[in-house]
Nanobody, 128 residues
Framework: QVQLVESGGGLVQAGGSLRLSCAAS????????MGWFRQAPGKEREFVTA????????FYADSVKGRFTISRDNAKNTVYLQMNSLKPEDTAVYYC?????????????????????WGQGTQVTVSS
């Protein structure tokens, strides 16, 4: 099992940047594929970005492509989300998620149902 704790959220003006972190417990973090999702008020949770267990493959939603970057440091049991050129429509609670791959395959995962572990979320608010 793994426990996830997000941090780094806050209030930022449009055009600004934030870096979210997701720290994972446990000694087997490196075998987990990771993802970031977000949920705005009154909307369903949506996929933002994902990374495979090795960090060799990433995938982004069209809405954040070119502005957000996902990365991971397996030595620190942490996955990051660098968010640049933030827009008011990026305002949401951001969640990190983990899927145990047992080191099988090199896939990333984009559906929330693919993930078995979730953090508590961190609020990101972008003012116009």
């Amino acid at each position: 099992q793994v426990q996830l704790v997000e941090s780094g959220g806050g209030l930022v003006q449009a055009g600004g940047s934030l870096r979210l972190s997701c720290a994972a417990s446990g000694r087997t973090f490196s075998r987990y594929a990771m993802g970031w999702f977000r949920q705005a008020p009154g909307k369903e949770r949506e996929f933002v970005t994902a990374i495979n267990w090795s960090g060799s493959s990433t995938f982004y939603a069209d809405s954040v492509k070119g502005r957000f970057t996902i990365s991971r440091d397996n030595a620190k049991n942490t996955v990051y989300l660098q968010m640049n050129s933030l827009k008011p429509e990026d305002t949401a609670v951001y969640y990190c998620a983990a899927r145990d791959t047992l080191y099988i395959g090199t896939n990333y995962y984009i559906r929330s149902s693919d993930y078995g572990y979730w953090g508590q979320g961190t609020q990101v608010t972008v003012s116009s």
